[in-house]
């Protein structure tokens, strides 16, 4: 759920809206628990390929109370498709994050695509592929609690230049392609799914933030019309001259924030509009809330940037 694959902490978080509700009558002591793979019956295979030498099959955990799975290795693409008669057009691509190592699908993917649901927009959650961990869950645990050193993030993925620079930036070849397909297929199904192509987004989430801003910075397909990073790398960027106007969201307590306002500086000096939240607390991975935070009210201050914004209709 971060940009660096070293500084890994898992979300914080409520339990999923749709499945797994069991995981509430176990101690929420951030404890990993086994969790069988879910169907996911309206999950769409994206045909990006594989991951190279990954010989462990994806599986699934829960920590936090949240449903999180690992060791993925065919991306997918799940619609979250709004009533007919709210529907506004609008589309929004949600990453959900978890270090490229895993994915925090409650939190920061199925319960946010439903919040967009709810408010008209047709919602995407991508099950992006990872980077492997070790097979066996008991390995997992230990390789989570293991020491670590800080890693160089990705190239243009907003991550702060005090960041120590010895080990080899990450390679989000894989990611980037799931990305671009997911956007693909949006496009390629705008007419049966009822999206409009000049008004599909994508929100990210930690590690899903730098994967949307990845996107936004390096892909050649891809035409976002409004990217929304949410508790991600805070370090200055190039921005191309096409970006999209960006909502930028974060806690002073996240470890991310280290008091670091590059990416922002850097779509306000290119002259591209940017509306950046910095909230008092909420930590990292806080999804749409955890209680007594200010930070819970980022959702709602979301849906006012988009429908100001004009991406909530039709342009004329």
């Known amino acids: 759920m971060t940009y660096y694959t070293s500084l890994i902490k898992v ?16 101690a929420q ?11 996911e019956p309206n999950a769409i295979p994206l045909g990006t390929g594989g991951v190279e030498n990954q010989p462990a099959q994806e599986t699934w955990f829960r920590q936090w109370g949240d449903p999180m799975a690992r060791n993925i290795t065919q991306a997918t693409l799940t619609p ?27 939190n920061e993917g199925w319960e946010v695509a439903e919040a967009l649901r709810e408010q008209g927009i047709a919602a995407f959650v991508l099950k992006y592929r990872l980077f492997p961990t070790p097979e066996s869950l008991d390995e997992f645990s230990d390789w989570m609690n293991r020491p670590r050193t800080p890693a160089s993030p990705p190239s243009g993925s907003g991550t702060s230049a005090a960041t120590p620079p ?62 929304g990073p949410i508790y991600g790398g805070m370090g200055p960027v190039e921005v191309p001259e096409n970006a999209p106007p960006m909502f930028n969201v974060i806690a002073t307590d996240d470890f991310l924030f280290r008091g670091q306002f590059g990416i922002i500086d850097s779509w306000y000096k290119a002259g591209i509009p940017v509306e950046f939240h910095l909230y008092q607390n909420g930590g990292h991975g806080f999804g749409l809330g955890n209680p007594g935070r200010t930070s819970n009210r980022w959702f709602d201050a979301f849906m006012h940037w988009v429908d100001v914004n004009g991406f909530l209709s039709p342009k004329n």
Request: proline content about 6%; hydrophobic content about 45%.
């Open 11 to 26: 979300s914080v978080c409520a339990v999923a809206l749709f499945v797994f509700s069991v995981g509430a009558l176990h």
């Open 29 to 39: 002591d951030g404890t990993i628990y086994p969790l069988d793979n879910p169907e």
């Open 80 to 106: 979250f498709l709004p009533d007919p008669e709210k529907a506004n057009g609008a589309a929004v691509i949600v990453a959900p994050g978890g270090g490229y190592r895993w994915l925090s699908m409650g």
């Open 166 to 227: 010895p080990a080899p930036q990450i390679d989000l070849s894989n990611q980037l392609a799931d990305a671009e397909a997911a956007y693909k297929m949006i496009i390629d199904r705008a007419e049966e799914w009822g999206v409009d192509t000049d008004r599909i987004g994508m929100i990210g989430f930690s590690a899903g933030a730098g994967l949307t801003m990845h996107a936004t910075l390096h892909s050649k397909t891809m035409k976002l019309a409004f990217i």
